[in-house]
C-alpha cells in the first residue's frame, strides 16, 4: 500500500474565498495533519496559493473535492511525497 505523506499544489482561488476556512476544511480531510498556505500573488479578481498538505495517509479525492467545493482550481502539483508500507 502507497501512503501519501505531503502534497505541494499550486492553486489560484477568488479572492471571496477565504484562506482561512479552506485552510480549516484541508485540514479536516482524514490523513492530513497539517495544512501550510502562503499566498504568490494577487491580481483584481483571484489570487494565487500555494499550500503544503502533510500527513499520515492523505487522501488526495477529498482534497481535491475540497477544491472544488471552494471554487479553487489547482493549477500544479509542484511536489509529492509518497511512502509505501
Known amino acids: 500500500m ?3 505523506k505531503r502534497i505541494v499544489i499550486d ?8 484562506k482561512l476556512d ?5 485540514c479536516s480531510i482524514e490523513g492530513v495533519e497539517e ?3 502562503s499566498v504568490t500573488e494577487v ?3 483571484t489570487e494565487t496559493i500555494r499550500i503544503i498538505i502533510n500527513g499520515e495517509d492523505v487522501d488526495f479525492d477529498g482534497v481535491h473535492k475540497v477544491f472544488n467545493d471552494f471554487g479553487t482550481a489547482i493549477r500544479s502539483i509542484d511536489e ?6
Open 2 to 4: 502507497v501512503k501519501i
Open 11 to 18: 492553486s489560484l482561488k477568488p479572492h471571496e474565498t477565504e
Open 22 to 26: 479552506l485552510s480549516k476544511a484541508l
Open 35 to 37: 495544512v501550510k498556505l
Open 43 to 45: 491580481d483584481e479578481m
Open 80 to 85: 509529492i511525497d509518497v511512502k509505501r508500507k
